[in-house]
């Protein structure tokens, strides 16, 4: 019996190695059997549920400036994770904590490398909206590396108990699995100030009851990832000026919209930090033309 037949659909649908280190025109041949064996280390560890490796994460992002810093990980804070992440097999151990900690920086640095001249051409923001900010990751993140630590940050997020996540799908109003908390907790610890947390369950989970306007709303695999972007751009646009931004994630599976084609916007790819060598899209959008620079 060929032995393939005893693996996982995930794992047999992986190019074999033969590929990778037998065609000797295939350009740097050890790099890509390294990536080929990270990429099944990853997916053997998340099929027996075990604890992810520091090897996973990109090491182009993980030797990068830390600027978000995770606290221990306590079976509190493990369950919150879980419940946004439910990829990745944490325990309550200094290795889960790196893990996490070079993950959500890393994936930050990923973000804001493609984000820098959107963010070098909006200047200095009056105010800020976080859509589905997690843990905080990217409020931490954009008030140290940009200087940002007196800018009003608003966080729209609510207390959940399950994850309901689509895939570019639907929307719906109790899909919040967050925890309000823990994010204050992972802000505190990270000192960052001059923030609000709005509760969504408090403002029937729309986001034109939030008190805009804002010059930067972004929504990192959230709006735009696992909710289609089209179900919120009324809502969005109502908080923006015409010289806003704003940046979403978009899952592979979004094949574009009516609504956005209407809008001022460009098309970037960012680098992510895990699984290591993976690339996802973001769209930046505006109100006008102008709010945009000449890239992407």
Sequence with gaps: MDAGQHLPNSLRQLPPASRLVGDPTAPDREALLNSYLSHL???IRKKLRMEPSLS???PYL??????FQAPQITPELLGAIKLISPQFHLQCTERSRKFWELNQNGLCWGEYEALAPFLSHLGAPAKVLDIGPGMGRSTVFFKSIMDWQDTPFHLYESTGETTKYTKAGPRFDDSFCGSLDLLGTVLAHNQTRAFEIFDASDLDAKLSRLPGPYDFIYSFFAVGWHWSIEHFLDEILSLMTDTSI?????????????ELDRLPHRMV???RSW???RWSNMVVLAKTEDALPKVG
């Design 41 to 43: 280390g990853t997916k």
């Design 56 to 58: 996973e994460i990109d």
């Design 62 to 67: 993980a030797a990068k400036t830390l600027h």
């Design 246 to 258: 704003g940046a979403f994630t978009l899952h592979p599976r979004y094949r574009g919209s009516a």
């Design 269 to 271: 790819t960012f680098r």
């Design 275 to 277: 699984p290591r060598e």
